[in-house]
């Protein structure tokens, strides 16, 4: 079957979109804290829900496991590198995506190889997966507000010279 020419997608011209970056010292540090956060908190909370010392150790597997799995998404992500402001959001998504996807497959992987606590296990993935979310979601939009601000107010101060130069 032919499709008809009229129905054909035509790739346009992209090069006046601007270009962003994502704030990748902040994501690092961001990612640090999380990870630190998340791994650090097992011991002291891990007796006060009860996990006995098998328990919070593998809460801290868990943690550990998808804080190293969310870093690595993180830089495949490259957010030091620039791209199109229309392809960002789908990279980061992408990302996300397979963050989200791999952490419960390789945990899952590691459950069946040692089989450990279900609850504490499961916990400490969930716990250092969100933390992650918690810190980047804000530092990416924040970061992608004030790029597309600042391109905002440049294409408007350079509309407004072009029309007093006229």
Do not use: H
């Amino acid at each position: 079957m032919k499709i008809p020419e009229n129905m054909l997608f035509e790739a346009k011209n992209r090069d006046s979109e601007p270009l962003y970056t994502l704030p990748t010292r902040a994501l690092a540090i961001g990612w640090l804290v999380s990870e630190s956060i998340a791994v650090g908190i097992w011991p002291l909370i891990g007796p006060a829900v009860g996990f006995d010392a098998r328990g919070t150790r593998w809460a801290l597997i868990g943690a550990l496991l998808a804080a190293t799995i969310g870093g690595l998404g993180l830089l495949a992500l490259m957010p030091w590198k620039p791209r199109r402001s229309g392809d960002l959001p789908t990279y980061w998504l992408a990302a996300t995506t397979g963050r989200l996807l791999l952490i419960p497959g390789v945990a899952f992987l590691l459950y069946s190889a040692t089989q450990p606590p279900d609850k504490p296990y499961v916990l400490g993935l969930a716990v250092a997966s969100l933390a992650l979310l918690t810190v980047e979601v804000p530092l990416i939009a924040k970061a992608m507000l004030r790029q597309i601000t600042l391109e905002e107010s440049a294409a408007r101060a350079s509309e407004a010279s072009e029309s007093s130069d006229g």
